[in-house]
Structure formats: C-alpha cells, structure tokens
C-alpha cells in the first residue's frame, strides 16, 4: 500500500494535511471525469432543435493533464491516483487516434502496472499489448515485437498457451 500511495520526494515533505487533502483532491477529479465521460450536454438551436452530444475528448484530456500537474506536486507517477489519470489520459489519446501520446501514457504506466501488479496480471499483459500495437503503428517495430511478446508470456501462464488470443495477437507478429 505504501508503494501505491508513493509520495514524491521532496526537499521540504508535504504535511499530512497536505497529502489528505491531494487525495481527497484525486478522488473528487477522478468521479468528476467519470462523469465528464458519460455526461450529456443539451443544446438548443433554433433552426436544428435540441442536439445533445458527449464531452469532447480534447476536455477530458484536458481533465486529466491538469490533475496530473497538481497531483505530480505530491504523488509519485507510480501512485495509484496518478497512475488511474494516466490510464484515462492514455484512452482519450487512443480515442482521439494520438498514437504518439497515448504511447508516452502507455510508457509511463508500465513500470508502475509491473511492480503493482501479480507478475502474470492479465492488466500487464493488457498494458503491454497496448504498447505493442502502438509501436507497430508508428513503426517501430523492434519494440513493437518485444512488448507483444511480453504480453505473450504473461497471456500463455494466464489463459494456457493454446488460447485464442494469443494466437491472434502471434498472428500479428507474422504479418509485420
């Protein structure tokens, strides 16, 4: 737990005021993405009626990188609450197709997901699959190959070696 609640090492520590109040902070901007995500809003038009749409994903990346600024003032980037906006950050960017930035999130999050994690957590393997596909995608293919292996490995323990979608993603491999 402690690792997961890593705070940054600084010259002058936070209070523990401090360090409650950035959680309490987290866990309020953490359900208010929630539910930017889902919220709906209402516009009316006179010539087109009502149109209701979602939040744009370039305010919900915008959520996300300004609670990681004020977050990253006390918590580690391996902290549980950090690393939950990464992952929602990294998902905006996959939405919006910014392969690039989704990548640098994805990187970010991977030390943390491993040490975190069971060493064959299927949320590794996940992780690891993702950055596989996107350094494929921007064509960078020995990194490509090394991060959907290693997504392989902790696949084969976790769903036995003749599973679908290691097949699937062995598959990848082949057509690149």
């Known amino acids: 737990d402690k690792e997961k609640l890593e705070i940054r090492k600084l010259d002058v520590p936070p209070s523990p005021e401090a360090v409650w109040d950035m959680i309490k902070y987290?866990?309020?901007?953490?359900?208010?993405?929630?539910?930017?995500?889902?919220?709906?809003?209402?516009?009316?038009?006179?010539?087109?009626?009502?149109?209701d749409f979602?939040?744009?994903p370039t305010e919900l990346l915008e959520i996300c990188e300004?609670?990681?600024?004020?977050m990253g003032a006390v918590f580690e980037d391996s902290n549980v609450y950090m690393l939950h906006m990464m992952y929602q950050a990294?998902?905006?960017?996959?939405?919006?197709?910014?392969?690039?930035?989704?990548?640098?999130?994805?990187?970010?999050?991977?030390?943390?997901?491993?040490?975190?994690?069971?060493?064959?957590?299927?949320?590794?393997?996940?992780?690891?699959?993702k950055l596989g596909r996107l350094y494929m995608a921007l064509e960078n293919r020995t990194a490509g190959v090394k991060a959907l292996k290693r997504a392989i490995a902790i696949m084969e323990v976790a769903h036995g070696k003749d599973h679908p979608y290691i097949s699937e993603i062995k598959q990848e491999l082949e057509d690149h």
Not at 117 to 129: E, K, T
Request: aromatic share 18%; with cysteine.
């Open 90 to 129: 990294m998902g905006v960017c996959l939405y919006m197709q910014d392969w690039e930035g989704a990548l640098r999130y994805g990187q970010k999050i991977i030390k943390p997901y491993s040490k975190h994690y069971p060493s064959y957590s299927l949320n590794v393997a996940s992780m690891w699959l």
């Open 66 to 70: 300004l609670s990681l600024d004020k």
């Open 54 to 56: 979602f939040t744009p």
């Open 26 to 51: 987290a866990r309020n901007v953490i359900e208010e993405f929630r539910r930017a995500k889902h919220y709906k809003y209402i516009l009316y038009h006179p010539f087109i009626a009502f149109l």
